[in-house]
C-alpha cells in the first residue's frame, strides 16, 4: 500500500512538472539547420506552434537584428503561405563580397493562404542567412504571431542570462565559433592524414599485439579450468563409487 502511495505521489508530481514546463516549449523559436557558425552563412528555421484551441495561426511577422545587419536573406518558398520582405536603409553602408550596401532586409512576413497553422500543429519557415556576425554570440529575432481570431501575440522579451525565461521571449540564435578558414588549411589536413595515419598504425599494432596476448591467455585459462574439470569430475566419481561401498557393507550386515 505504501508503495502504491508512494508511485501514485511521484506520478502526480511529474505531471505538475510537465504543465508547469509545458509553456516553455510553445513559444515562436529560432534554429539552425546544422551550425550557425560566426562570420558565416546558415539556414535557420522559424518554429511556430498553435498555442490556441479555438484558432489558427495565420500570420508571422519576424524583425531581423538592427545591430548586426544582415547582408543576404531569403526565405525558403512554404506551401500554403506568401513571403514578403521589407527592406530598410542603413545609416552606415554595409561591405558584403566587396560590394557596398545601402539597405537591408529588417523584416519577412508570412501570410497563409488557406486555413494556417491549425491548433495541435506546429509550422517551420526556413531562411538562408549572413554573413553571420563575428562580434556577436547570438542574434536575437522579435516575432509577431496573429491568429484567426485577430489575437496577436508579440514574442518581443530579449531574455537575460542569469535570470527566467520571460513570458513572451524573442526567439533567439545561438551563433558558433568560426570555422577555420579553408585558405592554408589543406597542407594542414594532410599533415593531419598522416599523423592520422601513423596513430591508426600504431594502434592496429598494438591492438594485433593484446589480441595475441589475450589470445595465449585465453588458451592457457581454457586448458588450466579443463583440468581442474576433469580433477573434480574424478573426484566426484570416486566419492559416489565410495559412498555405494558404504551403502552395499551397511546392507549385509
Request: hydrophobic share 40%; no cysteine.
Amino acid at each position: 500500500m505504501k508503495a502504491s502511495r508512494i508511485a501514485a505521489a511521484g506520478a502526480v508530481s511529474g505531471i505538475a512538472v510537465l504543465a508547469l514546463s509545458a509553456p516553455a516549449f510553445a513559444h515562436v523559436s529560432v534554429q539552425p539547420e546544422g551550425t550557425a557558425a560566426k562570420g558565416g552563412y546558415a539556414v535557420v528555421d522559424f518554429k511556430v506552434p498553435n498555442e490556441r484551441d479555438n484558432a489558427s495561426t495565420t500570420k508571422l511577422e519576424v524583425n531581423f537584428p538592427t545591430d548586426h545587419p544582415l547582408a543576404s536573406v531569403m526565405p525558403q518558398p512554404v506551401p500554403g503561405w506568401k513571403a514578403e520582405v521589407a527592406k530598410s536603409k542603413l545609416d552606415k553602408p554595409l561591405e558584403s563580397h566587396g560590394k557596398q550596401l545601402t539597405e537591408v532586409v529588417t523584416k519577412v512576413t508570412w501570410t497563409a493562404d488557406g486555413k494556417g497553422v491549425e491548433p495541435g500543429y506546429f509550422q517551420k519557415f526556413p531562411v538562408s542567412i549572413g554573413a553571420l556576425p563575428e562580434d556577436a554570440d547570438q542574434l536575437v529575432f522579435k516575432a509577431i504571431q496573429t491568429y484567426s481570431n485577430k489575437e496577436v501575440v508579440r514574442w518581443i522579451e530579449v531574455p537575460q542570462e542569469g535570470q527566467e525565461e520571460p513570458e513572451t521571449p524573442a526567439p533567439v540564435l545561438q551563433l558558433a565559433a568560426a570555422e577555420d578558414d579553408a585558405h592554408g588549411a589543406a597542407g594542414s589536413s594532410d599533415a593531419k592524414d598522416e599523423d592520422t595515419g601513423a596513430d591508426a598504425q600504431n594502434t592496429a599494432a598494438d591492438s594485433s599485439a593484446s589480441d595475441s596476448g589475450s589470445g595465449d591467455s585465453s588458451d592457457t585459462t581454457a586448458r588450466v579450468l579443463g583440468i581442474v574439470g576433469i580433477v573434480v569430475g574424478a573426484a566426484g566419481v570416486g566419492y559416489g563409487v565410495l559412498a555405494g561401498r558404504r551403502r552395499d557393507s551397511g546392507a549385509a550386515a
